[in-house]
Nanobody
Framework: QVQFVESGGGLVQAGGSLRLSCAAS????????IGWYRQAPGKQRAMVAL????????NYADSVKGRFTISRDNAKKLVYLQMNSLKPEDTAVYYC?????????WGQGTQVTVAS
């Protein structure tokens, strides 16, 4: 199994940037697609970005395309989410997870708040 710990969130002004980190444990990390997800107050959790096991394939939600970049370092078992040109609607708790694990167990996430 793989477990995740998210960090790097905070309060930022609109137009600013943040880089989130996701530290993973478990021996199968490097073979799994990993995603960043977010949940805003009163809304369902939604996919933000996905990265394939090797890091060469990525996929983004339309709302973040061109602003967010997902990357990974398999040697360090880390996944990053670089977030630029942040908007108030990006305010949410951000989580990472592996879709192949069924998305049933979640870490505590990291809060991102974008002030207008």
């Amino acid at each position: 199994q793989v477990q995740f710990v998210e960090s790097g969130g905070g309060l930022v002004q609109a137009g600013g940037s943040l880089r989130l980190s996701c530290a993973a444990s478990g021996s199968t990390f490097s073979s799994r697609q990993i995603g960043w997800y977010r949940q805003a107050p009163g809304k369902q959790r939604a996919m933000v970005a996905l990265i394939g096991a090797s890091g060469t394939s990525t996929n983004y939600a339309d709302s973040v395309k061109g602003r967010f970049t997902i990357s990974r370092d398999n040697a360090k078992k880390l996944v990053y989410l670089q977030m630029n040109s942040l908007k108030p609607e990006d305010t949410a708790v951000y989580y990472c997870n592996a879709p192949s694990l069924g998305l049933r167990s979640w870490g505590q996430g990291t809060q991102v708040t974008v002030a207008s």
